[in-house]
């Protein structure tokens, strides 16, 4: 027991490390809250320490620590093929620790870092035996995966950063999370960019909810990974509503040579949900259909979804929607800078078969948190009467913490820019429905 409590010099050190920064983009942790809370208090204890944990200087157990950190830090628990490599590097934890053993006979370090791993490779499901990753990460450059070449290239220059992950989201009616975080309504109806850089295109089509409305969603999307060499050629994909394919327009399912494809398709729910997975640009796409209407989620690295030309600056991921067709100031509320009053009395009239109440009600079941998805499923019932967009609502936010890098951010409270809450002629949620609601039926 005290063994495995002294883990604080070695493998948990080097585990937390690793992980850290790796556990901010997931919901599933790589061990569970309590463990890795309690592999960073080791780790700061081990730093603090560090003159205790003194070695013979034939014991080469920093050396092997050192080597793993080396190996896992460009890894990130939300990209393809984690697993493997993480198991890779314990097992060649592993050999080195053996190959030192006689040298740190005794040694606090080391056999804390013994135990450290067999607890790792167990969490892991890692098994003993298996391919060893290399001590010279250059070595094991792939160059189809995006985070095994953008953590050497950091490596190289000195900058231990995990590259920098941006989000963008459109569901519902529609509503549009950019990749500056800013949430806005919009009306778009037709064919619209989301995405159009130097390695991806997204394109989205809107069409009316209801006659007599300027609300609308998302029935068809088509998304183009570029080619790119050594790692797959172009690939188009194309779902339309009650047409949600697990597979490219050319029947593919897969881009790239060899087993570990470097662009791949994974239905998670037939003719309901597909997830694209392209290792080669760390990108990740979620697709889904929820009643008629089709909802988006992607991940994609900084530095590629800002590689675009100046004439591919229409990109509503990029810039949100053009102020003409905006129906909300770009936080979920309508502003009084629109013209627009709420009415004097009651709410706007809601769509036949939900009140504000009744409204609130159903969405609450399903988002206690009464942030702005839960006020964009609100507003979507008054407005068309269809239960589905209360799934597309949940859906979108379950899509926000799956791939969202940063969990601080994943709710977004309508308020203003010093974080008061904002004022003017549309205060509460409930105005605020109101006034949208009278905006969109204008």
Same mark, same amino acid.
């Given at each position: 027991?005290?063994?495995?409590?002294?883990?604080?010099?070695?493998?948990?050190?080097?585990?937390?490390?690793?992980?850290?920064?790796?556990?901010?983009?997931?919901?599933?942790?790589?061990?569970?809250?309590?463990?890795?809370?309690?592999?960073?208090?080791?780790?700061?204890?081990?730093?603090?320490?560090?003159?205790?944990?003194?070695?013979?200087?034939?014991?080469?157990?920093?050396?092997?620590?050192?080597? #793993?950190?080396?190996?896992?830090?460009?890894?990130?628990?939300?990209?393809?093929? #984690?697993?493997?490599?993480?198991?890779?590097?314990?097992?060649?934890?592993?050999?080195?620790t053996?190959?030192?053993?006689?040298?740190?006979?005794?040694n606090?370090?080391?056999?804390?870092?013994?135990?450290?791993?067999?607890?790792?490779?167990?969490?892991?499901?890692?098994?003993?035996?298996g391919?060893?990753?290399?001590?010279?990460?250059?070595?094991?450059?792939?160059?189809?995966?995006?985070?095994?070449?953008?953590?050497?290239?950091?490596?190289?220059?000195?900058?231990?950063?995990?590259?920098?992950?941006?989000?963008?989201?459109?569901?519902?009616?529609?509503h549009?999370?950019?990749?500056?975080?800013?949430?806005?309504?919009?009306?778009?109806?037709?064919?619209?960019?989301?995405?159009?850089?130097?390695?991806?295109?997204?394109?989205v089509?809107?069409?009316?909810?209801?006659?007599?409305?300027?609300?609308?969603?998302?029935?068809?999307?088509?998304?183009?990974?570029?080619?790119?060499?050594?790692?797959?050629?172009?690939?188009?994909?194309?779902?339309?509503?009650?047409?949600?394919?697990?597979?490219?327009?050319?029947?593919?399912?897969?881009?790239?040579?060899?087993?570990?494809?470097?662009?791949?398709?994974?239905?998670?729910?037939?003719?309901?949900?597909?997830?694209?997975?392209?290792?080669?640009?760390?990108?990740?796409?979620?697709?889904?259909?929820?009643?008629?209407?089709?909802?988006?989620?992607?991940?994609?690295?900084?530095?590629?979804?800002m590689?675009?030309?100046?004439?591919q600056?229409?990109?509503?991921?990029?810039?949100?929607?053009?102020?003409?067709?905006?129906?909300?100031?770009?936080?979920?509320q309508?502003?009084?800078?629109?013209?627009?009053?709420?009415?004097?009395?009651?709410?706007?009239?809601?769509?036949?078969?939900?009140?504000?109440?009744?409204?609130?009600?159903?969405?609450?079941?399903?988002?206690?948190?009464?942030?702005?998805?839960?006020?964009?499923?609100?507003?979507?019932?008054?407005?068309?009467?269809?239960?589905?967009?209360?799934a597309?609502?949940?859906?979108?936010?379950?899509?926000?913490?799956?791939?969202?890098?940063?969990?601080?951010?994943?709710?977004?409270?309508?308020?203003?820019?010093?974080?008061?809450?904002?004022?003017?002629?549309?205060?509460?949620?409930?105005?605020?429905?109101?006034?949208?609601?009278?905006?969109?039926?204008?």
């Amino acid at each position: 027991m005290g063994l495995r409590a002294a883990s604080s010099c070695a493998a948990a050190a080097a585990a937390s490390s690793a992980t850290a920064g790796a556990e901010q983009r997931r919901r599933p942790w790589l061990c569970p809250p309590p463990l890795a809370l309690l592999l960073l208090l080791l780790l700061s204890l081990g730093l603090l320490h560090a003159g205790d944990c003194q070695q013979p200087a034939q014991c080469r157990i920093q050396k092997c620590t050192t080597d #793993f950190v080396s190996l896992t830090s460009h890894l990130n628990s939300a990209i393809d093929g #984690f697993d493997s490599e993480f198991c890779k590097a314990l097992r060649a934890y592993a050999g080195c620790t053996q190959r030192t053993s006689k040298a740190c006979r005794g040694n606090l370090v080391y056999h804390s870092a013994v135990l450290g791993i067999s607890d790792l490779m167990s969490q892991r499901n890692c098994s003993k035996d298996g391919p060893t990753s290399s001590t010279n990460p250059e070595v094991t450059h792939d160059p189809c995966n995006y985070h095994s070449h953008a953590g050497a290239r950091e490596h190289r220059v000195g900058d231990q950063n995990l590259p920098s992950y941006l989000f963008c989201g459109l569901f519902g009616d529609p509503h549009l999370r950019t990749f500056k975080d800013h949430f806005q309504t919009c009306k778009v109806e037709g064919a619209w960019p989301l995405i159009d850089n130097n390695y991806l295109s997204v394109q989205v089509t809107n069409v009316p909810v209801v006659p007599g409305s300027s609300a609308t969603a998302t029935n068809k999307i088509t998304i183009i990974f570029k080619a790119h060499p050594e790692c797959t050629d172009q690939k188009v994909y194309q779902a339309v509503t009650d047409d949600l394919p697990a597979a490219f327009v050319d029947g593919s399912t897969s881009g790239g040579d060899g087993d570990a494809k470097s662009l791949r398709i994974v239905e998670r729910e037939s003719g309901r949900y597909v997830e694209m997975h392209a290792r080669y640009i760390g990108t990740t796409v979620f697709v889904r259909q929820l009643g008629r209407y089709l909802t988006l989620a992607i991940r994609m690295p900084e530095d590629l979804a800002m590689s675009y030309e100046e004439s591919q600056d229409l990109q509503l991921c990029v810039n949100g929607c053009p102020l003409s067709e905006r129906i909300d100031d770009g936080q979920g509320q309508v502003s009084a800078i629109l013209g627009h009053s709420p009415p004097r009395s009651s709410p706007a009239p809601a769509w036949p078969g939900y009140t504000l109440e009744s409204a609130n009600a159903q969405c609450h079941e399903k988002m206690p948190v009464k942030d702005i998805y839960f006020q964009s499923c609100v507003f979507d019932l008054l407005t068309t009467g269809d239960a589905n967009f209360t799934a597309a609502a949940h859906s979108a936010l379950e899509d926000v913490e799956a791939l969202h890098p940063r969990k601080e951010r994943w709710h977004i409270f309508p308020s203003s820019g010093r974080g008061a809450p904002r004022g003017g002629s549309c205060v509460s949620v409930s105005l605020g429905l109101a006034c949208l609601i009278l905006i969109v039926s204008l």
